[in-house]
């Protein structure tokens, strides 16, 4: 008789917790046809099975991918979002205008770059030639290798129109701040954005950022998708208000030892540090841990990473 494969439930590691979720809806238009929503989110929680004192962690996954992001692409290494629930942390998680499980609607949002394939997924987690230095991306790099088939399977196409894509995210990490309140926020990648802006414009309810990997570095030249016209947004900060935008913010901008950002990264830490932030950078590489490319926050050492982040959030005053 054939060996039946275990079924995903059977084979899962056992975990308490609450979860849910909500959508957070767009901004209200009207038009001949009606009122309709511009950029509506779905955000999905998690939270320890008793009451916590902690702070809750506002996850924005970057690019083309979706909150999924957060939860890993292998049961061998849980994501960031699982691991800070057991620490005692809610987890909330934000599917961006347009990505995952918030609607994409062309008219209203635009175009997108397409769909990657393997190939265009790769060039961003697992570059060709980086076998001997991304260790960290410890499985198969061709289809058929259930970790790239995941990560694949989940990617979508990123908003032409990046001003309206990172304003649009910006509108909805504070909207969620409201019912969260204070909070750690964390970001990857293109997801920085929207999170620099939000804790500009809401800086009574961000604690702490923690940016794996920001968009960047300031000022970039992003081809047909436009340019960071503002250092590290395509949409300026708040002005005016007599203090620089995000004075006195703690952020911790991670870098991965084998993605090549490591560079951009340090240039983006200066910009914030110019911006007013209390910015450090983290470079894994330099502590100790090595192989992590652009994807480390779903890479197979991701206990080990997340470690050194949440031993500089424990010197954070987040009251």
Known sequence: MAEQAAVPHQSASARTVRTGGFFLPGDVQDSDGGAWQLGPSWVQWEAPPEGTAKKPWVFVHGGGGQSTDWLGVSSEAPGWA???????????????????????????????????????????????GTTAANTAWTWGRAPGAAELDALVASSAGMLLDTALGQELDARRIVDLLRRTGTAVLATHSAGAAGGWLAAARSPERVRAVISVEPIGPPFQDLGPRGRLEHGVAAVPFPSGSGRKPLDGLPVLVVSGEASGRAGNDAETVSFLERAGAHASHLHLGAAGIGGNGHGLIFESNTQAVLEPVLEWLAGINLS
């Open 82 to 128: 699982p691991q800070v629930v057991e620490a005692g942390f809610p987890a909330y998680l934000l599917d961006r205008p347009g990505h995952g499980r918030s609607p994409y609607d062309p008219d209203r949002l635009g175009a997108r770059t397409g769909f990657p394939d393997y190939a265009g997924a790769a060039k961003v987690f697992v570059p060709e």
